[in-house]
């Protein structure tokens, strides 16, 4: 047999144009009978540019080759024995062939298999052994070569397990299987077809197959290019005197590559701390080239993809563009999200799943729109999210009944003390409900008769919208997405009976037929796009809904929307994946992400097949992907004018990295320098921790007090500002709240307004001159079951109903106190008391604009004109000897001492709520002795009961020249100096902690220390 003829392109130019020469060359403009198969599909797409270019220069037209990539080649020159199955399929008879294993070989394979009943657990390891055959087939090896290979399963590749055997037993019967299964359904396997067709010499005629740097090739594509023979012409992007590191088809020989020296000198190695500083080092080198290059000329190679939105924002920052060439995964657009969203929902029916569901703006919209317009104007949320966040901090509900939307068990569900609000998330819900259709049902159906309420709710949501792809890249996003979703359920309704049949009979699964449904070539606009019409071959397999929404994201898995063209007039800089490096024609690049385990990927403790039996069989290895990668940097270092690879010290998690070893193919000399390179660049932080720096780029909104009302200030509020001016700002002047569903228990705002409710309710209603602790622990924890009842239902969250238990155990040990107070004398004189209305006295400058003072405040005079002072007084009790206590029920775990939350006597003052007090509450106390305390009611015995503030006259007033002082700070606007960090998460973002240039796990460390500390 006559051979292929190899050509070595030489690698001082970029390989792309040495083909596009070569290939120019040989069959000038009439390329139209060639063949070209190239290592991506991007590379074949700027092959055909820089032909047509070349076409352009010398006035010749140009008929183009026929492009493919490596891993479509072997489709297009060889004649299948039968329909390949498509991918569903596939998996689908993997799971038919497992089910009809014995049960002691299905356990040699997995230990743990999933129930008949788990679809998507039986899904999930179809998929594993669908890919481990795909893997297999494309070297020629089934699952009885590997069982039967000679010494079977030694030390040397998997230890001392000897149940391998066993395991590889299993695998080859059920591949028997899977076969049987296909050969039922009329198809066959593509692996196994290909290999077929090549040993039978099936080959399509035709012109020459030009293989352009494809240096990895299996064995069922060297077999097609043996078959090919002299029709073989392979361009190496190499020098001829590299020659002994390929093959005659051009593929890297592994041992001469995998030890070479690589010349990455250090002037080319940048290292960087974290991902910020990576960004910003990239953009310091690439201005070091001075303008030489332009946008188009300059590629940035993303080893690894956490580094994309840095240099995205980096760039941005600068006016220029970031361009992934890869696209955007199709599970981040709308459609695709709202299906993930559905089938958790679906799936696990608790509360978070239907907050995530209630995010998808074009579903929330259409039921909120759809309430009650009385309904929804009695609410203070303004949506669908804002509802369902304000439910779930109030009354954590449990798990969300599933079923028609007149359903009783929905009114059961929303809590008593719901009110208004919990009217209107039933209503919500049931609007869910409506939408959704069949969907909501708990039955099982066949898997066909699931699309058609699938399709009718994406028909719904945006059936009506005009889409313009062409013109709106929002629109183009959206139309791929559904395009894509309508492909695949036309899959799963063509899926062969054969392999919906063994789906359905798993586990003595009932079986039923469906109707018949077909397909509908998927349009890029509006509900054509995704409505499909009834036809033949459905199938008998039975799923729930959620179940079929997982086999449908299956599909889409992997697929990825286009990028978007460039724009005219703006200059754009291409990503690119660290292996499409090796044939991109960019003369300038820089290579980020430059680490271990990226560069080269390690494949590590793969339950299958472990590294040492990956070797023994000739698979692709750990020391085969190092020696492509050692190829891949020889290749750009000596074919572009600029190349320079950053290595990163920690990534966004402030994990370590090491630099990828490539980087060590020196000689041993050199070896310590590089490592004290590495090692040379300490960690940075871009973000001050200054307290008092002032916070220029945080958001200003300009508020203009009004006229008629002064200047109204909590006693709570002063520790807020003490705290953080900024973040007073946000909640006290822009009045901004953080809602939030990821509570699993009470938190402790929510446990202590239910602590402070029942301990108000004992002031109000309680026996409060008992004397007889077991009345008083009765009369509380009567109160405390009740109001729990009220606020979580009849059937809390677990966690929730515990804690309730640890209430009424706190409560129990606050009974005895409170005897014994009664006791001693003292008597509950006021509970959650508050000032009565204040009306100014004529001697009181009061400015002529006020309409009237505000309900339960007092004035607080400062400078002349006083502020309105608001506070409520949990509980204020008196002696028969004249003595007053002011005090503060405190419900947190360990309730300090007030000295220590407040400070005041050896600090400065952090809180100022009861220094306060006495000012708020002296229409009531007079000049009488004041007791000022904390009512703890602690998680421990020893730490409830009250905690007596220590403060002397002289002390308590410095605490209200303090107050002063913040008053006039707050009239005075002085809000912009970002203080001590907050624990929130939401408001620290807004402070511009934890975002992409700062460490969130380091700061929250440090403030949770400081915290400690104070």
């Known amino acids: 047999m006559l051979t292929a003829t190899c050509h070595y392109l030489g690698w001082n130019d970029v390989p792309l144009g040495e083909a596009a020469k070569w290939l120019w060359g040989e069959y000038r403009g009439d390329c139209s009978n060639v063949t070209v198969a190239l290592p991506g599909g991007r590379a074949g797409r700027r092959l055909l ?17 026929r492009i493919l990539t490596a891993g479509q080649l072997t489709d297009e020159l060889v004649v299948l024995p039968k329909p390949p199955a498509g991918r569903l399929s596939r998996t689908l008879a993997w799971d038919g062939a497992l089910g009809r294993l014995s049960r002691r070989e299905l356990l040699a394979i997995a230990s743990r298999p999933p129930a008949a009943g788990d679809l998507v657990g039986r899904m999930r390891l179809a998929e594993r052994l669908r890919t481990l055959h795909g893997e297999l087939a494309a070297e020629g090896l089934t699952f009885g070569d590997v069982a039967g290979r000679e010494g079977g399963f030694g030390e040397a590749s998997w230890g001392d397990n000897r149940g391998e055997d066993r395991r590889w037993a299993a695998l080859a019967a059920a591949q028997e299987h899977y076969r049987d299964l296909l050969a039922e359904g009329g198809c066959c396997d593509p692996h196994e077809g290909r290999r077929a067709a090549v040993e039978a010499g099936q080959l399509l005629d035709g012109g020459p197959v030009v293989l352009v740097g494809v240096v990895q090739q299996n064995a069922i594509l060297r077999r097609l290019l043996e078959a090919l023979g002299e029709r073989l012409v392979v361009l190496v992007a190499a020098p001829a005197s590299q020659a002994a590191g390929f093959d005659e088809f051009g593929a890297l020989v592994k041992d001469h590559w995998r030890e070479r020296q690589v010349g990455i000198d250090l002037e080319r190695w ?8 990576q960004a910003r080092r990239t953009l310091a080198e690439m201005a070091r080239w001075d303008g030489r290059y332009g946008a188009r000329e300059i590629s940035l190679g993303v080893c690894d993809g956490q580094l994309a939105p840095y240099l995205e924002r980096r760039l941005a920052a600068e006016g220029v563009a970031a361009r992934w060439a890869e696209g955007t995964p199709l599970g981040r657009t709308g459609p695709v999200l709202l299906l993930s969203s559905l089938g958790r929902f679906l799936e696990r029916g608790n509360f978070a799943a239907l907050a995530e569901l209630a995010r998808h703006p074009e579903l929330s919209e259409m039921i909120w729109r759809g309430l009650d317009e009385e309904l929804r104007g009695n609410l203070r949320e303004t949506d669908g999210p804002m509802l369902l966040d304000a439910f779930y901090a109030e009354h954590l509900p449990g798990p969300v009944p599933l079923g028609a939307p007149d ?17 209107a998330l039933a209503a919500w819900v049931r609007g869910l409900y409506a939408e959704l259709g069949a969907l909501t049902g708990r039955e099982e159906l066949a898997l066909a008769d699931w699309c058609a309420p699938l399709r009718a709710l994406l028909v719904r949501l945006y059936g009506e919208r005009g889409l313009r792809p062409a013109t709106d890249e929002g629109d183009r996003g959206l139309a791929f997405a559904l395009g894509r979703i309508g492909a695949a359920l036309d899959t799963i309704e063509g899926v062969p009976e054969a392999m919906l049949s063994a789906l359905g009979n798993r586990g003595g699964r009932e079986t039923v037929k469906s109707g018949s449904r077909g397909a509908q070539n998927a349009a890029a606009r509006g509900s054509a796009v995704i409505q499909g019409s009834p036809s033949a071959g459905a199938g008998d397999a039975r799923a729930s809904a959620s179940e079929l929404i997982s086999l449908l994201l299956t599909e889409l898995d992997g697929v990825f929307v286009p990028p978007a063209p460039e724009q005219a007039g703006v200059a754009t800089v291409e990503l690119l ?16 992400g430059f680490n271990e385990g990226r560069v080269p990927a390690a494949v590590h403790g793969d339950a299958f097949l472990p590294e040492g039996l990956r070797r023994d069989l000739g698979l692709p290895d750990n020391d085969e992907r190092l020696a492509r990668d050692v190829y891949a940097c020889e290749l750009i270092l000596n074919s572009r004018e600029e190349a320079v690879f950053v290595s990163g010290r920690r990534s966004a998690d402030s994990d370590p990295l090491t630099p990828s070893r490539i980087l060590f193919h020196r000689e041993a000399g050199e070896i310590p320098g590089r490592v004290k390179h590495f090692l040379s660049v300490k960690p940075c932080k871009d973000q001050t921790r200054d307290e008092e720096s002032p916070v220029r780029d945080l958001p200003r909104h300009p508020v203009t007090p009004a006229a008629d009302q002064p200047l109204v200030m909590a006693v709570t509020s002063f520790r807020k500002y003490l705290t953080s001016p900024y973040v007073y700002y946000l909640e006290q002047v822009l009045r901004l709240k953080t809602l939030d569903d990821s509570a699993r228990e009470l938190d402790p705002l929510h446990f202590g307004n239910l602590t402070h409710f029942v301990l108000e309710q004992f002031g109000l209603h309680g026996p409060t001159k008992e004397t007889d602790e077991r009345a008083i622990e009765d009369w509380l924890v009567r109160c405390t079951e009740q109001r729990a009842a009220f606020l979580y239902g009849s059937a809390p969250l677990p966690a929730v109903a515990l804690q309730v238990r640890q209430l009424t155990w706190r409560l129990g040990h606050f009974a005895r106190w409170q005897a014994q107070r009664v006791a001693a004398g003292w008597r509950i004189a006021h509970s959650e008391w508050q000032p009565a209305q204040w009306t100014p006295e004529p001697q009181l400058a009061k400015p002529a604009q006020w309409a009237e003072w505000p309900a339960g405040a007092v004035p607080f005079e400062v400078d002349g004109e006083p502020i309105a002072l608001k506070g409520r007084i949990d509980r204020i009790d008196h002696h028969p000897d004249g003595r007053w206590a002011l005090l503060d029920y405190k419900s947190g775990d360990t309730v300090k001492k007030p000295s220590e939350v407040h400070g005041g006597k050896k600090s400065d003052w952090k809180d100022l709520q009861l220094p306060l ?35 002397n006259a002289e002390q308590l007033s410095s605490a209200l020249e303090r107050a002063e002082a913040v008053v006039r700070s707050v009239r005075a606007g002085e809000f912009f100096v970002k203080g001590k960090a907050p624990r929130d998460e939401i408001t620290r973002a807004l402070l511009g902690e934890g975002l992409l240039s700062a460490d969130a796990a380091e700061d929250e460390a440090i403030a949770l220390a400081e915290e400690a500390a104070g």
């Open 49 to 65: 540019e820089l032909l047509t270019g070349l076409a352009a220069e010398s006035g010749e037209a140009l008929q183009p080759p």
């Open 270 to 277: 940048v290292v960087a701390d974290n991902p910020e500083d």
């Open 407 to 423: 359903m009783a068990e929905l009114d059961a569900w929303i809590p008593e003390g719901a009110g208004r609000r919990g009217a």
């Open 577 to 592: 994946g660290w292996l499409e490096l090796a044939l991109d024609d960019a003369p300038a690049l820089v290579v980020t």
């Open 917 to 951: 007090y006495t000012h708020l509450a002296q229409e009531i106390t007079g000049s009488d002795e004041l007791q000022l305390g904390y009512l703890a009611i602690g998680k421990s015995e020893d730490n409830i009961g009250l905690l007596e503030a220590d403060w």
